[in-house]
T-cell receptor, first 112, second 113 residues
Framework: LAKTTQPISMDSYEGQEVNITCSHN???????ITWYQQFPSQGPRFIIQ???TKVTNEVASLFIPADRKSSTLSLPRVSLSDTAVYYC?????????????FGTGTQLKVEL | EADIYQTPRYLVIGTGKKITLECSQT?????MYWYQQDPGMELHLIHY???????EKGDLSSESTVSRIRTEHFPLTLESARPSHTSQYLC????????????FGEGSRLTVL
């Protein structure tokens, strides 16, 4: 199982772009990279998923270099409501949900 | 929005009581999961299911049990609750075709006195 490493915490200000990097040196060929967001006392919420290069949706972008040993979640123009824990997960897209390990995540704090 | 529901959201009970945490999803997902999370800590997978009549234990040993008699329903039961069972229990579901995208319920916070 691919182990992930991400910073424990990050601080930012409203309107800034935030980039959270995750290391996954042992990623397997069929593994995808998925990011989740969790607010206190709520379940995690899916943000974005990718396999290689760049993926963008309405809330974030995911950058994955060619060697896929790391990935970067980019949140454009954060607001106070983006204060949450962000988890990077690595695992197969099919048949592998039970293999996803959430880890400790990155606590993002956004201030005025 | 995800259609997965957990009840009760909050439960305070005494030691020795039997409790069942309910989880239902209306998305037709085959895979369902139960995670346990203490405040500020990691999520730990305690049970999962591939479909009806399928249940498996997760990475974290748990005294709870689960059942999957219907696709949409995945209840978790503690036969005799203890203070060490105090935690938040999160239910999730996913499609078999994309098990990387989990849909979570809002959680059930259990306190055992």
């Amino acid at each position: 199982l691919a182990k992930t490493t991400q910073p424990i915490s990050m601080d930012s200000y409203e309107g800034q772009e935030v980039n959270i990097t995750c290391s996954h040196n042992n990623i397997a060929t069929n593994d995808y990279i998925t990011w989740y967001q969790q607010f206190p006392s709520q379940g995690p919420r899916f943000i974005i998923q990718g396999y290689k290069t760049k993926v963008t949706n309405e809330v974030a972008s995911l950058f994955i270099p060619a060697d896929r040993k790391s990935s970067t979640l980019s949140l454009p123009r954060v607001s106070l409501s983006d204060t949450a824990v962000y988890y990077c997960l690595v695992g197969p897209r099919t048949g592998g949900g039970n293999k996803l390990t959430f880890g400790t995540g990155t606590q993002l704090k956004v201030e005025l | 929005e995800a259609d997965i529901y957990q009840t009760p959201r909050y439960l305070v009970i005494g030691t020795g009581k039997k409790i069942t945490l309910e989880c239902s999803q209306t998305m037709g997902h085959d895979k369902m999961y139960w995670y346990q999370q203490d405040p500020g800590m990691e999520l730990h997978l305690i049970h999962y299911s591939y479909g009806v009549n399928s249940t498996e234990k997760g990475d974290l040993s748990s005294e709870s049990t689960v059942s999957r008699i219907r696709t949409e329903h995945f209840p978790l039961t503690l036969e005799s609750a203890r203070p060490s069972h105090t935690s938040q229990y999160l239910c999730a579901s996913s499609e078999l075709q994309n098990t990387g995208e989990l849909f979570f319920g809002e959680g059930s916070r259990l306190t055992v006195l």
